[in-house]
């Protein structure tokens, strides 16, 4: 009898999913979560996102065309379409259309056609265009509008949500009272006056944050969509669980020791949670099958450093969201991993010797 | 004829095929740190050449005093000085610029460029030679400074020579150009990061060219030449 | 006469004869024979260091009245922007009293004060303070106040901010630093030296509070440093 043990992943199996397939079914387990921001933030967020999307892959046909490579084909495999989308869910849902454009383009551009295209990339696009435009336009990349539902009394109506896209927000008399914080950054400015925790959140509805009706990133403000498709996609085995599941246990543990050690400074596993911004870099982003590493092991390890560095950032760090600089840290260090945590070759340990044969041994000996 | 050619080849090596920047991948440091704008380019380019002439030139004068065994402390302590030189001087008659710059002058005694050409040409080759060559290496350089630095502050700020006019003086106040009014800054092309963004972009340009190049000098080989059949 | 005819003859031929052996010590092939000695070596290290300190003392002892003069221009320069010359006959430079203050967090331990006078009397000082907070390094200002504790001018001059968003602090960039014209310790409370978001009366900018913040409380500990030795500025 040969010993048995699980196989990771096998190079002589034949996978019946098309990349195609795949961007098909992220695309629908982001859609809710999507939906609810379009509703939530109205007509100028459904025109960022169509502008994002538009130019993803406008950047991306250009590319190709650059590099003599037949553009169609590679455009349906929708691949840049799901950046773009991405890109749009990290976005304040009032920006300017030139920030679509921009994060489009450093997306597509920098963040992959650069290296080669699909699969080449170190860094995920999406986090790394987010990134990039933070530093770059910190005010625009920082005006949360309030939540205002389509067709309620105080959304703007379509003509003009075209002024806020396309001369924004700065023109508008009341853009101060149209906008405000995300509840990361009200309590970091709160702690920077020496207000501390139970009463900087006494009025403040943690469990309509979990829902997403509250200020955020386009796509990023529902965590329960979010987890929702999320766990969607575990079960139709697109992603694995190890890296969300991971990422977001780190998070609740670290939070929850502070917490309850000084209940004062450090806010609750909840408030984590509730983050739109986390779900999203647990299930849509961190799972990103280019840039994690490959082995169960190694994606136990990416996670925990993910969720390790979105606490230390969110409760230490300049910036009240880390979720995007833990990615593109970690995946720097993906090739690292990769490297101290292989897959098992085939027919061998882990530490490369060939399998002991003990039944031919013992057949022998018989 | 012969001198003529190893002129013009030196001019091609310094200014193009084997710019210190763009080929070698030297001198990224002073680089990247300040061709935030084109002007600190310029400045820094130009300061970098007088140096690189100077140490050239007097390196090719004694080149055959210097022992090979005590050459790279000789040729530190030479930069060194003429570093220092430079740097005092700038501080005493380009007081503005030197107050931009000030902070990346002394950081030219640690541009390997320099050491580089005194060690692999002038220590070999004759006066008029090493001369010319520092002022081809040193211009190539500066081209390189003033290009990454053009497109740097052009995409993060909208403007070209901003602030030419404490470098060449007022006569020069017209080429101060802001060609995108109203600009927003995309600030990340002022930070490192955008250095090294901008450069890859233009090193990846430069190879696109040079590429060309070669293919039009076969076609046209090609044509007027037949060529046998194992070398095609 | 004559033997100095013969001394000059002596000298030339002297001359020569270095000159000559000059050039035979110089000829490439000597000098590889040379090349090798460890004396030789030696040398022509030293001389090299000798010919550096030599270029090096020159070009000092030849700039450095003028990059002074250059340093002093500076100095000058930003002093009369936050006294106006109309407040003072007397040159600022030559007029300093020398105060410690490593106790008030001015980011120095010797604070040099600049003394204006009208006809004599103390009209306004000024001096250089740093934040030693902003949101990337030392921002160093300059301040002056005049003999009632109003605050004259504040001028920022040098930092690192980041460019577009914490370079407001400049003149060049904003005319933010001038809100500070005419205040004093005793027209605005200690909650008051503050920028907005703190409760102050004190504008922020749109995406960076730690830099106003920074500038606001430094020229604050300034304005109470002037205040603890009013008496021994005003009164010399």
Not at chain 1, 102 to 124: E, H, M, P, R, S
Not at chain 1, 162 to 174: C, K, N, P, Q
Request: glycine share 8%; aromatic share 8%; hydrophobic share 50%.
């Amino acid at each position: 009898m040969i010993v048995h043990s699980k196989l990771s992943s096998g190079a002589h199996i034949g996978a019946n999913t098309t990349v195609q397939h795949i961007m098909r079914q992220v695309m629908l387990a982001i859609s809710p979560a999507t939906a609810f921001g379009l509703f939530c933030f109205g007509w100028p967020a459904l025109n960022l996102f169509i502008i994002t999307l538009l130019s993803a892959v406008l950047f991306e046909a250009f590319c190709l065309r650059l590099a003599g490579k037949v553009a169609r084909p590679v455009i349906m495999d929708g691949s840049a379409l799901l950046s773009g989308w991405l890109v749009a869910m990290t976005l304040p849902p009032w920006a300017p259309w030139w920030i679509g454009v921009a994060g489009a383009g450093i997306a597509i551009i920098l963040g992959k056609q650069v290296y080669g295209g699909l699969g080449q990339n170190l860094f995920n696009p999406a986090m790394l265009a987010r990134i990039a435009l933070l530093i770059s336009f910190p005010i625009e990349m920082t005006t949360w509008p309030n939540v205002a539902p389509v067709f309620s009394a105080h959304a703007p109506g379509l003509i003009e949500s075209w002024s806020i896209t396309f001369s924004g927000l700065g023109g508008m008399a009341s853009a101060d009272a149209m906008t405000g914080a995300t509840t990361l950054g009200y309590i970091k400015t709160e702690f920077s006056q020496q207000h501390w925790l139970p009463d900087i959140l006494a009025d403040h509805s943690i469990f309509l944050d979990f829902l997403g009706w509250t200020r955020g990133s386009l796509g990023e403000t529902s965590s329960l969509l979010l987890a929702a498709g999320g766990i969607w996609l575990i079960r139709q085995g697109v992603i694995k669980w190890h890296i969300p599941i991971s990422l977001l246990l780190t998070v609740t543990v670290l939070s929850g020791i502070f917490h309850l050690m000084d209940g004062q400074h450090y806010v609750s596993p909840l408030v984590h949670l509730s983050s739109g911004a986390l779900m999203c870099a647990a299930f849509f982003i961190a799972t990103d099958y280019v840039t994690s590493p490959n082995t169960p092991a190694g994606q136990l390890v990416f996670g925990a450093g993910c969720g390790l560095l979105i606490f230390v950032i969110r409760t230490w760090g300049n910036y009240p969201e880390g979720a995007g600089f833990a990615v593109l840290l970690m995946n720097a260090a993906t090739p690292l991993i990769d490297h101290y945590m292989r897959p098992r070759i085939y027919g061998r340990y882990r530490n490369g010797k060939p399998l002991a044969q003990k039944v031919a041994v013992q057949e022998h000996k018989q | 004829m012969f001198i003529s050619e190893s002129y013009r080849k030196i001019m091609r090596d310094g200014i193009w095929d084997n710019n210190i920047v763009f080929s070698q991948y030297l001198a990224l440091c002073p680089l990247l740190a300040v061709t935030v704008t084109a002007t600190n380019g310029l400045g820094m380019g130009l300061a970098t050449l007088a140096v690189l002439i100077s140490t050239n030139a007097i390196v090719s004068v004694t080149r055959y005093l210097i022992p090979s065994e005590v050459r790279i402390p000789i040729f530190v302590l030479l930069i060194a000085a003429v570093v220092t030189v430079v740097d005092m001087l700038m501080d005493a008659w380009l007081h503005e610029l030197h107050k931009v710059l000030g902070l990346f002058i002394p950081l030219i005694v640690t541009n390997c460029a320099i050491l580089g050409r005194a060690e692999s040409f002038a220590s070999r080759q004759p006066v008029a030679l090493s001369l010319w060559d520092g002022l081809m290496m040193g211009l190539g350089f500066t081209m390189a400074l003033v290009v990454l630095g053009a497109a740097r502050e052009i995409a993060s700020a909208g403007t070209l020579f901003a602030n030419a006019s404490l470098l060449l003086g007022d006569g020069f106040k017209f080429i101060e150009l802001t060609l995108i009014p109203n600009y927003k800054g995309f600030l990340l092309m002022a930070l490192p990061p955008g250095g090294f963004i901008m450069l890859a972009f233009i090193i990846a340009g430069k190879r696109l060219l040079d590429r060309k190049r070669v293919a039009n000098k076969a076609q046209a080989t090609l044509l007027s030449e037949a060529i046998p059949e194992e070398i095609r | 006469m004559k033997s100095d005819s013969d001394h000059i003859k002596w000298l030339i031929e002297e001359a020569i004869t270095y000159k000559e052996f000059l050039k035979h010590w110089l000829e490439p092939s000597n000098l590889e024979r040379l090349r090798p000695r460890l004396a030789f070596q030696t040398g022509v290290l030293a001389g090299f260091a000798l010919i550096a300190s030599f270029l090096l003392g020159v070009t000092h002892c030849s700039t450095h009245d003028a990059i002074q003069q250059r340093l002093d221009e500076d100095l000058q320069k930003s002093l009369a922007e936050v006294v106006p010359s109309t407040l003072h006959d007397n040159d600022l430079l030559q007029d300093t009293v020398t105060v410690p203050s490593a106790e008030d967090n001015l980011g120095a331990n010797e604070t040099t004060v600049y003394i204006a006078r009208k006809a004599g009397q103390v009209s306004a000082v000024c001096f250089k303070l740093a934040a030693p907070d902003g949101y990337s390094g030392i921002i160093n200002m300059v301040i002056g106040i005049n003999r009632d504790g109003e605050i004259l001018g504040v001028r920022v001059i040098n930092h690192a901010e980041t460019p577009g968003l914490g370079d407001k602090i400049e003149i060049a960039k904003s005319s933010w630093i001038l809100d500070f014209n005419g205040r004093s310790l005793l027209g605005l409370t200690d909650a008051q030296w503050a920028v907005k978001k703190d409760g102050g009366v004190f504008d922020q900018f749109a995406g960076a509070t730690i830099t106003p913040r920074a500038v606001v409380k430094t020229v604050h500990r300034g304005l109470q440093f002037f205040n603890r030795h009013r008496n021994e500025l005003i009164g010399s």
